[in-house]
């Protein structure tokens, strides 16, 4: 079993700062009636981890809110931790990982009878619990696209000509074989970066900008979007 970095850190430094921690902030409830229920008993290892698993996407999706929502308070945006709280990136994406995560999920953690992270088994559930992991687990590693960079910008320079072009007027069919071209182009630069955690596949700006390109007119403009500021964040 390939073994967790968090997993050989002491609890102790996972115990958060009063500012930082989540302290009184209620954890806001998921909507998961998009994912098959999981059953009262809760499971050792992630249900939806394979990418070829039916419910992959919609766990990632899910779980991305339900992140943004609840954890990156503490955890950092897109789960790049600012130095405080853990890099939940480098956890390991096995059962290793997932008995750690699912313990703290379920019960948080405490020091001096404080809480400084609290347990979200009653409000959220499981179903929400292994979306978030999903999402967590296929952030990718910090230098996942370097060999990628101009070819991203490019194709992000020429995402935002098009997008002009059909603003002003242009025929949209005239863009469905170039949205199919950026879309696949993309795709594939996706499939190549790596995860922090050792997840099969990673989710990223790069492939949320190749699924946001399905050639209506304003597609070519979001998708440009989404890589301007998946490679800012990405610098």
Not at 50 to 78: M, T
Not at 126 to 145: G, L, N, S
Request: proline share 5%.
């Amino acid at each position: 079993m390939k073994s967790s970095l968090l997993l050989s850190i002491p609890l102790s430094m996972f115990i958060y700062t009063n500012a930082t921690a989540h302290g009184n902030v209620t954890p806001q409830a998921m909507d998961t009636s998009n994912l098959p229920e999981l059953g009262e008993e809760w499971l050792e290892e992630n249900p939806w981890r394979d990418p070829s698993n039916e419910n992959w996407q919609k766990a990632v999706n899910i779980g991305s809110s339900g992140y943004n929502e609840n954890c990156a308070r503490c955890h950092g945006l897109e789960v790049v931790s600012g130095g405080i709280a853990p890099d939940l990136r480098l956890l390991s994406a096995d059962s290793d990982g997932d008995e750690w995560y699912i313990e703290r999920f379920r019960h948080g953690a405490t020091q001096n009878g404080i809480t400084k992270m609290p347990g979200f088994e009653s409000i959220l559930g499981q179903q929400a619990a292994w979306a978030i992991r999903t999402y967590v687990e296929t952030r990718p590693a910090d230098d996942a696209f370097k060999d990628n960079q101009e070819t991203l910008f490019a194709i992000r320079d020429k995402l935002k000509v098009l997008g002009g072009a059909i603003e002003a007027g242009s025929n949209p069919a005239d863009y469905a074989q170039l949205a199919t071209e950026a879309q696949k182009e993309l795709a594939d630069i996706g499939a190549t970066a790596k995860t922090a955690s050792g997840a099969p596949l990673a989710e990223s700006a790069v492939s949320r900008a190749a699924l946001a390109l399905d050639g209506s007119p304003t597609s070519f403009a979001k998708a440009a979007e989404i890589l301007t500021i998946g490679l800012s964040a990405s610098k």
